[in-house]
């Protein structure tokens, strides 16, 4: 799938997060799917969608862009005859508007395995890392692209230890320069800001 670059006008950095998110996706589970293991597991933590364009097929939206990508790989590998290859999607939103929007895209896609976590991130670990981690050898990749620094990071590091698989952590550096607590994060550590 191309971005449409016309859905990104004033959001040219999400053009560019998209852009890295699809091209990392298609090369991971192109190594994971044709050795590491049959199950891909697509976690997005922040979902949304906010501030996206195409309010039809959400195409400028992080879980959409991995649903496309994600099942396009596993549809090449299964027609080159790699069989029993799933991707499953587990999407976390807090926010009301969003949710709703979330829930009738998850919906509407009644061919995937798509799970929607109602609430905040940190309060859904639990249960997102059960529906991750009930497939033996099962991999999951972990995007995590909060709109500012609004997270309790020690669970969330936490729980992504236990998980097999890799994770993405995007955030503005001046939102944990600023995030008021007088000290900034880096992967679980406090330093000073």
Known sequence: MRLNINHYQGREQSFIKHLFLQKYLE????KLFQGRSPVFNFVDAFAGPWRNSDSESLSDTS????????????GILTNLGHSNLRVRF???EKNPESLAKLQAF??????????????????????IQAA??????SFTFTFIDPTGWNVDSRPIF???KDLRGEVLFNFMSEHV?????????????????
Do not use: H, Q
């Not at 090369?27 to 192109?30: D, G, R």
């Not at 991750?132 to 050898?137: A, G, H, K, L, N």
């Open 27 to 30: 090369n991971a589970a192109y």
């Open 177 to 193: 320069k600023s995030c008021g607590m007088g000290w900034c994060c880096d992967i679980g550590r406090a330093l000073p800001c």
């Open 106 to 127: 998850a919906t509407s896609k009644t061919d995937f395995d798509i799970k929607v976590f109602s609430g905040a991130f940190e309060d859904n670990l639990s249960g």
């Open 90 to 92: 587990r999407f976390c």
């Open 63 to 74: 879980f959409a862009l991995a649903l496309t990508t994600l099942e396009n790989v596993r």
């Open 132 to 137: 991750c981690s009930d497939v033996r050898d």
């Open 158 to 160: 936490s729980f992504l």
